[in-house]
């Protein structure tokens, strides 16, 4: 069983960059697939990014592609969702978590059997 951590949240400019950390203990980490998803108050969690056990494919939204991106360590147990060219639309609660499920259901909140307690991005002027 592994725990998830984030961190690296806070308040930015628009257009600004942040980047989130997710940190594992208790498990072994290169067994999982990771993700971010993220939570705006009044909507529903919305997939962000994924990537796989070995970072040999990685997985985005629509709304991040070409903005964020994800990479991970295994020998360190982190992962990182780099994040640029923020947007208001952007803010939320951001959450990782961790799945053996294949790479077909990576999308899918439901598949996620592990997660962090969530770090708060707020991005506005």
């Known amino acids: 069983q592994v725990q998830l951590e984030e961190s690296g949240g806070g308040l930015v400019q628009p257009g600004g960059s942040l980047r989130l950390s997710c940190a594992a203990s208790g498990g072994t980490f290169r067994n999982y697939n990771v993700a971010w998803f993220r939570q705006a108050p009044g909507k529903e969690r919305q997939f962000v990014a994924a990537i796989t056990r070995t970072s040999s494919g990685t997985y985005y939204g629509d709304s991040v592609k070409g903005r964020f991106t994800l990479s991970r360590d295994n020998s360190a147990k982190k992962a990182y969702l780099k994040m640029n060219s923020l947007k208001p639309e952007d803010t939320a609660v951001y959450y990782c978590?961790?799945?053996?499920?294949?790479?077909?259901?990576?999308?899918?909140?439901?598949?996620?059997?592990?997660w962090g307690q969530g770090t708060q991005v707020t991005v506005a002027s």
């Open positions: 978590a961790a799945t053996t499920v294949v790479i077909s259901g990576l999308r899918d909140a439901a598949n996620y059997h592990y």
